[in-house]
């Protein structure tokens, strides 16, 4: 980290190159923070996400989006900071128990922003006014319980609630018969996308179809590489816009899934699969959703929520619990207090001495089959 305050005026003593340097030769670059927010829900056993309205004019208004916003220059210090401070401005949320870094997102046109100009009266010549938008996306995850979400009136959300993950990804949730049959119908449009390909792109798309669609080889770590194939096939509204975002004329009328704005999707597509895979491998993440003393019940279905599949109960136990080398949870010698008739179940934690480290090689979680 540099020694110098940041929000320190730059005027004094400046070097001979600061005075000459014009960044206005090169092209403009602006850099964004969205926050995929992430909480398990008790109640209906599912993921939820924070999600914010965006309120302002320009694109995407009254989409559904992430929290985020620009990195003020002057003000922030990292790209972190401003995630943190766009999450309190816009959801009222502080402190979420986990934050990780996820990915950049750079690709050509994925912000309306960058087509922005106007119109010369006089002779009609475009002029550009527009800014390339490059967003640094952060995975958070919070507990949710007591956690309201309030947007600052007057902010860019005009309004912010929790909502299903699945909501936007429906074949990313197997876990009924209902869900198993919408994965079903996906698995038949992708397979006549792929016979309608031409020459050898038929047999490569039905294989990548077969990989990873299919219940005989699901693997719930490979989120995005099935996000990618259903944008691919243009069965979901990001396929279908214009280069202002607004929906083509064109587009079908059955879409898988409800629609984000900017590439927002395609952001929780990959926060899924680095929570599937990291959290076999981090006890911290568990812990961030579920806090402490909890039963084992309770920890398989947060398992099952953020996988989206259904989970060997016995044999979870034993995955957990009563491995005599790497348990991730220990009793507490404590049980339930409840509030009716009947037996109050033990109590766990995690254990200790892994909740900051690494589970190496990770869990090996006892999935059940999927059946259509």
Request: net charge neutral; glycine share 6%; charged share 30%.
């Amino acid at each position: 980290m540099p020694d110098f305050d940041p929000l320190e005026p730059p005027e004094s003593n400046p070097p001979d190159w600061a005075v000459t340097y014009e960044a206005s030769r090169f092209a403009p670059w602006s850099l964004t923070v969205d926050i995929v927010g992430l909480a398990h829900e008790p109640t209906t056993q599912d993921l939820h996400v924070v999600i914010v309205e965006r309120g302002q004019p320009g694109p995407f208004q009254g989409y559904e989006a992430w929290p985020g916003g620009f990195v003020n220059w002057q003000h922030d210090v990292d790209a972190r900071a401003a995630a943190l401070r766009e999450l309190e401005e816009e959801t009222g949320q502080i402190h979420p128990e986990y934050l990780q870094e996820l990915r950049t997102y750079d690709q050509f046109g994925r912000d309306p922003r960058q087509f922005s100009g106007y119109r010369k009266k006089a002779n009609g010549e475009w002029i550009r006014t527009g800014t390339r938008v490059v967003s640094k996306a952060f995975l958070a995850l919070l507990r949710k319980p007591g956690r309201h979400l309030q947007p600052v009136l007057g902010g860019d959300a005009a309004d912010s609630r929790w909502a299903s993950a699945y909501v936007y990804l429906p074949w990313e949730d197997v876990r009924s018969k209902a869900s198993r049959a919408t994965l079903q119908r996906l698995e038949r449009d992708l397979l006549a996308w792929a016979e309608a390909g031409i020459g050898t792109q038929r047999a490569e798309r039905r294989d990548r179809v077969e990989r990873f669609f299919s219940m005989r080889t699901w693997n719930e770590e490979e989120a995005r590489q099935r996000w990618d194939l259903v944008l691919e096939a243009k069965l979901v509204e990001e396929a279908w816009r214009d280069r202002w975002g607004r929906p083509r004329s064109d587009a079908p009328r059955m879409l898988y899934g409800e629609a984000l704005a900017f590439d927002h999707r395609t952001m929780l597509a990959d926060a899924l699969a680095t929570l599937r895979t990291e959290i076999k491998r981090q006890p911290e993440m568990p812990h961030s959703f579920i806090g402490s003393e909890f039963r084992l019940s309770e920890l398989q279905v947060l398992f099952e929520s953020v996988a989206g599949r259904p989970l060997y109960r016995s044999n979870f136990r034993r995955a957990i619990a009563l491995s005599p080398t790497s348990s991730l949870v220990q009793p507490t010698g404590r049980k339930e207090k409840l509030s009716g008739p009947g037996k109050p179940a033990d109590l766990y934690d995690f254990t200790p001495e892994l909740l900051r480290t690494r589970c190496t090689p990770g869990l090996n979680l006892p999935w059940l089959p999927l059946e259509p």
